[in-house]
């Protein structure tokens, strides 16, 4: 079966970059994106309602953070992605939630500053 799971993001990396090895041992690289986010009234199709959404971004494949490192990511910059959605839930306090994250499979920096 074919991987349906895909995500399609572009925004502004909106935190310091942390590149760090996980307890296996791996390699990984994290930030924030800013993504803009734009919505629709119902009743009135052509009024929107600008808001930012922040997605919590993960790179693991070493080619992906080679590339993020040889580039110099930073907060601010621009990039595009193409990645799979994770999700996992978590208990807080005595509340069961679900935590969403997007695992990279391919990523461009476009620099702006």
């Known amino acids: 079966m074919k991987d349906t799971n895909i995500v399609i993001l572009a925004g502004r990396v909106g935190e310091n970059v942390k590149f760090g090895v996980a307890q296996n041992g791996n390699k990984y ?6 993504v803009d986010a734009y919505s629709r009234d119902m009743h009135d199709s052509t009024e929107r309602d600008y808001s930012k959404t ?3 971004i993960f790179v693991y494949d070493k080619s992906q953070l080679a590339y993020l490192e040889r580039v110099g990511i930073k907060q601010g910059n621009f990039v595009q ?4 959605l994770n999700s ?3 208990e807080v306090g005595n509340k069961n939630i679900i935590q969403n994250s997007v695992i990279v499979r391919d990523i461009s920096v476009i620099k702006t500053q």
Request: include cysteine; aromatic fraction near 6%; glycine fraction near 0%.
């Open 29 to 34: 690289c994290t930030f924030i994106l800013e």
């Open 54 to 56: 922040l997605v919590r």
């Open 88 to 90: 996992h839930k978590t």
């Open 81 to 84: 992605l193409l990645a799979r």
